[in-house]
Structures are given as structure tokens and as C-alpha cells.
């Protein structure tokens, strides 16, 4: 069983951590962790939020760090004694990897000694695991990559990534929601969009989600427009 390191980050926020490693197995037990803190809150609880190998609880003055502390502590027990599943939704995203819309293609494939279509038949090949929504609302973190498509992100940041930039760096994936600055290699882009405030939930994606990732062509991609 993993035991938490349960740590404070402020007085109205705790984190419990169960790996500093990036795997899905750790995953499980974060999301799980989210879910079971979610079906039966303690008072003065505001929300958690998830990330690769922690959780961190936010919550209000109703109730004490100390107690906050306790009940995670006790939870975390229940959570790693349970079988686990994913529970999130499977998802095919639709994505132009035409070198008009991924604008770094061309270097990955350079770089990587890989034609354009070896690279597209790789990122399509698998699913990918949701581990995260973080960096801006919306934006996915999703792993892993195969080993042949891992790349270092941009040695100068690029300081306009379009919405729905689909991006690869290091062993991870991910699509940029808004158009921001970023320095991931943009290897393509979906006419899907990640993050709408008028929507409940605002973000398409969720952490747990298994996404893979489908070509089409860029006709195809101006016809959702």
C-alpha cells in the first residue's frame, strides 16, 4: 500500500501526494482519491484538484487543517484498499496534422529522423490517459508517448500557439485550449474545442479521460469551422 506524504500549501489548502512519478497506476489512486472526497464531502469543503501524482483539497474556514488532515488520512486508506478502475470517458479526437496547422511537423520529423507519416502513425497509434487539466483552464496533460516521438520542447517559446494546437514534449501530449504562449512542438490541431466557460463542465477533457487521436484531412478539419 502507498502511504501519502499530507502536507499543508497554505492554511485553506492541503496536498496529498502519493508519487512524485508519472504512472497510471498512481493516477488511479488520485482520481479515486478525487472521486471519493467528491461523493461524501467533509464541511467546509470547496474543491480538488488533481495532478499527476497529488491532490490538493481546498476548503474554508467551517472546518480546521487538522481535521482536514485526519479525514484525507483516512480516506487515503479507503481509496488504496479498493480495487481500481478508469472511470473516465474513452474519446477520439478528431486532428489535422497538415504542416499548415502543425507548424512544427517538419522539425520533429527532422529531428527525430522520421517521416511526416511515421510521426502521425505514431501519435495515432495509442490511447493516451488523462492525467491532468492544468497551465491554463482546459489544457490536457496526457501520457505517455512512444519512445520514438519524444522531443524537447522549444528552445525559445512561441509567443502564439493557436486554440486546439495539438502538441508533443518530452513523454507527454497535449492541446492547447487558447490561444497562448507555449513551448511544446505543435505537430497538429483540432477543430475540437477544449474549454467553453458556458458549459458545465467548461472543459472537454477530464482527468481520467483515455483519448486517442484520429487524422483527418485538412478539408475535413475547415469543415468544422
Not at 504512472?23 to 479515486?32: C, D, R, W, Y
Not at 467533509?42 to 487543517?65: C, D, M, Q, R
Not at 519524444?150 to 492547447?176: N, W
Request: with cysteine.
Amino acid at each position: 500500500m502507498i502511504i501519502p506524504r499530507i502536507y499543508n500549501i497554505h492554511d485553506q489548502a492541503i496536498t496529498i501526494e502519493f508519487s512524485q512519478e508519472i504512472s497510471e497506476g498512481t493516477n488511479l489512486l488520485v482520481i479515486a482519491m478525487q472521486h471519493a472526497i467528491e461523493s461524501n464531502p467533509i464541511k467546509g469543503f470547496v474543491e480538488a484538484v488533481p495532478a499527476y501524482g497529488s491532490l490538493t483539497v481546498y476548503f474554508n474556514e467551517h472546518v480546521s487543517a487538522a481535521t482536514v488532515r485526519t479525514w484525507l488520512s483516512d480516506l487515503s486508506v479507503q481509496v488504496s484498499n479498493t480495487s481500481l478502475a478508469t472511470e473516465g470517458k474513452q474519446i477520439s479526437i478528431p486532428v489535422c496534422y497538415d504542416p499548415s496547422l502543425g507548424v512544427d511537423l517538419p522539425w520533429v520529423a527532422e529531428h527525430l529522423n522520421l517521416s511526416m507519416e511515421a510521426i502521425i502513425a505514431l501519435h495515432t497509434s495509442i490511447e493516451y490517459r488523462v492525467y491532468m487539466i492544468g497551465f491554463i483552464p482546459g489544457f490536457p496533460y496526457m501520457g505517455t508517448l512512444p519512445t520514438a516521438l519524444e522531443v524537447p520542447r522549444k528552445q525559445t517559446p512561441s509567443m502564439k500557439i493557436p486554440a486546439g494546437s495539438v502538441a508533443i514534449a518530452g513523454k507527454q501530449t497535449g492541446i492547447y485550449p487558447a490561444e497562448v504562449p507555449g513551448g511544446w512542438q505543435v505537430i497538429g490541431r483540432t477543430p475540437l474545442r477544449m474549454f467553453d466557460p458556458s458549459t458545465t463542465p467548461c472543459s472537454f477533457l477530464n482527468a481520467g479521460d483515455i483519448v486517442q487521436f484520429k487524422p483527418i484531412t485538412l478539408e475535413a478539419f475547415n469543415q468544422y469551422q
